[in-house]
């Protein structure tokens, strides 16, 4: 999915987020935005750690890691999909409108956009006299590769 802005725009709205909640702007809060942005799958809170261990000489906690991401869902910059006990997994929030697949087995998440579901959405709203704001689409099943290993 392409994302529908370049990183200076996220960089500034992140700024203003940060003056708009009184706190201040650090290097490190700046290194989980940039692993965020350049993230290319859905992550956890945990994976995303280990990539800016792997990857930044910042040193940063994983609580850190928790209360940006907190802060940056909460702001509508981030997204997450939750797995109940097993959590949540985030991804870049400005991303072009698109739905998701999961596999119950493995945890795969195929993201997908089909026209034609969005306006079926759409007509089922309009036919209830009801006006949508946003949706979100998760269908649940088992991917194939889970298939063809019988899972």
Same mark, same amino acid.
């Given at each position: ?27 490190? =809060?700046?290194?989980? $935005? ?6 290319? *799958?859905?992550? @956890?809170?945990?994976?995303?750690? &280990? +990539? ?14 928790? =209360?940006?991401?907190? $802060? ?6 981030? *997204?997450?999909? @939750?797995?109940?006990?097993?959590? &949540? +997994? ?35 709203? &309009? ?25």
């Amino acid at each position: 999915m392409n994302k529908a802005v370049d990183y200076e725009t996220y960089l500034d709205q992140f700024k203003e987020v940060l003056r708009k909640n009184n706190l201040k702007y650090t290097k490190q =809060r700046e290194t989980i $935005l940039d692993a965020i942005y350049h993230y290319d *799958t859905h992550f @956890s809170p945990e994976s995303l750690h &280990k +990539k800016i261990q792997e990857l930044s000489e910042e040193k940063i906690g994983i609580a850190t890691v928790y =209360r940006t991401l907190s $802060l940056l869902e909460h702001e509508g910059m981030v *997204t997450s999909i @939750s797995f109940g006990v097993n959590g &949540k +997994k985030y991804e870049f929030g400005e991303k072009e409108h698109h739905d998701h697949m999961i596999c119950d087995q493995c945890g795969t998440i195929i993201e997908f956009h089909d026209e034609q579901i969005e306006k079926l959405q759409e007509k089922v709203a &309009k036919s209830h006299n009801f006006k949508t704001t946003d949706h979100i689409m998760q269908i649940h099943g088992i991917c194939a590769e889970c298939q063809a290993k019988g899972k």
